[in-house]
């Protein structure tokens, strides 16, 4: 398989977290969003430059792991990694890293389609944009 990958840090804020202290579940899809955005950013294929091509990406599926907790006030490091497919879709794994802890938080996934801005309609073939964009790429073979 080949695959690219990148990650942020994050400092957790205390509107991330629950009453306990802790961050709520929910944020977890939203530190994977921060991800997809800096992957987009370091790699040249952001949002808008997929809308700009005439496509949209929603998410079809998405899963979470959690491992351990992360608490208000530390600090997480959210690797990225794409997946090369032959298919029309997107695949990205996550891990959260705790960086205070030095624990694994959660791991994940997402699967992303290319659907068509005009019409909505879902392309089964790769857009021509992104093989020119993926043939650019200097992949890691793992």
């Known amino acids: ?71 208000y006030g530390e600090k997480v490091q959210v690797r990225v990694i794409l997946e090369k497919h032959y298919a029309a879709k997107i695949i990205f794994r996550y891990e959260v890293f705790n960086l205070t802890t030095n624990k694994i938080a959660a791991t994940g996934k997402t699967i992303q389609i290319f659907m068509n801005v005009i019409d909505r309609t879902l392309e089964l073939i790769k857009p021509k944009f992104y093989e020119i964009w993926e043939n650019k790429q200097n992949w890691k073979e793992v």
Do not use: Q
């Not at 994977?32 to 700009?52: A, C, H, N, P, T």
């Open 1 to 71: 398989m080949k695959e690219l990958e990148t990650s942020i840090n994050i400092d957790v804020r205390f509107s991330e977290t629950d009453a306990m202290g802790v961050v709520w579940h929910g944020n977890y899809l939203k530190y994977f969003e921060d991800g997809r955005e800096s992957f987009g950013i370091k790699y040249g294929v952001e949002y808008l430059d997929i809308y700009k091509e005439g496509y949209f990406t929603p998410i079809v599926k998405s899963e979470i792991n959690h491992k351990s907790t992360i608490n």
